[in-house]
T-cell receptor
Framework: ELKVEQNPLFLSMQEGKNYTIYCNYS?????LYWYRQDPGKSLESLFV?????AVKQEGRLMASLDTKARLSTLHITAAVHDLSATYFC????????FGAGTRLTVKP | GAVVSQHPSWVICKSGTSVKIECRSL??????MFWYRQFPKQSLMLMAT?????????EQGVEKDKFLINHASLTLSTLTVTSAHPEDSSFYIC????????????FGQGTRLTVV
């Protein structure tokens, strides 16, 4: 069964700092998703990574995928308070599995 | 992106009653729909996958008779929580995918169910 591990589970950052969230998965997959969830809301799609070496950037967030290492990273550059949310990675096509989520808090 | 509408957004029901949640793809035909449950401060857990016109495939540990899923058309899937109990209180989220291959699944806004 596909397992998705995400770390850290909790991340408290100061504004302006950089940090990386990691997502490891257990079986071969060539697609990986990153989502953002605000409290009480559903998921907002951030990135869809479809091939080895894929790198996508949107604002202060950049995601990459290494299918050989079964690893994806979500890098946060110069964090701002508005990025505070829970971030999930998910893997798979027919039965998407989610990581546990990283609760990010960005403090002034 | 494509729009998936879920209704209701929240519902409160009494123990023992049944609740139906609808998931509609508004601007595309969803050949596959997924139902997830999310408890507070936890991740999303896949409950079942449904393909239009066929029976849903349930994940291990999910009671088929309690969580009835119907995917009668290419734009609508429903989840009925039967004989609801307080432990069924959760955030239920659906997602829909247009076809096979490299297509992304789009998520509904979720339904918060509270059973009292």
């Amino acid at each position: 069964e596909l397992k998705v591990e995400q770390n850290p589970l909790f991340l408290s950052m100061q504004e302006g700092k950089n940090y990386t969230i990691y997502c490891n998965y257990s079986t071969t997959s060539d697609r990986l998703y990153w989502y953002r969830q605000d409290p009480g809301k559903s998921l907002e799609s951030l990135f869809v990574l479809l091939s080895n070496g894929a790198v996508k950037q949107e604002g202060r967030l950049m995601a990459s995928l290494d299918t050989k290492a079964r690893l994806s990273t979500l890098h946060i550059t110069a964090a701002v308070h508005d990025l505070s949310a829970t971030y999930f990675c998910a893997v798979g096509l027919n039965d998407m599995r989610f990581g546990a989520g990283t609760r990010l808090t960005v403090k002034p | 992106g494509a729009v998936v509408s879920q209704h209701p957004s929240w519902v409160i029901c009494k123990s023992g009653t049944s609740v139906k949640i609808e998931c509609r793809s508004l601007d595309f035909q969803a050949t596959t729909m997924f139902w997830y449950r999310q408890f507070p401060k936890q991740s999303l857990m896949l409950m079942a996958t449904s393909n239009e016109g066929s029976k849903a495939t349930y994940e291990q540990g999910v009671e088929k008779d309690k969580f009835l899923i119907n995917h009668a058309s290419l734009t609508l899937s429903t989840l009925t929580v039967t004989s609801a109990h307080p432990e069924d209180s959760s955030f239920y989220i659906c997602s829909a995918r247009q076809g096979a291959g490299n297509t992304e699944a789009f998520f509904g806004q979720g339904t918060r169910l509270t059973v009292v």
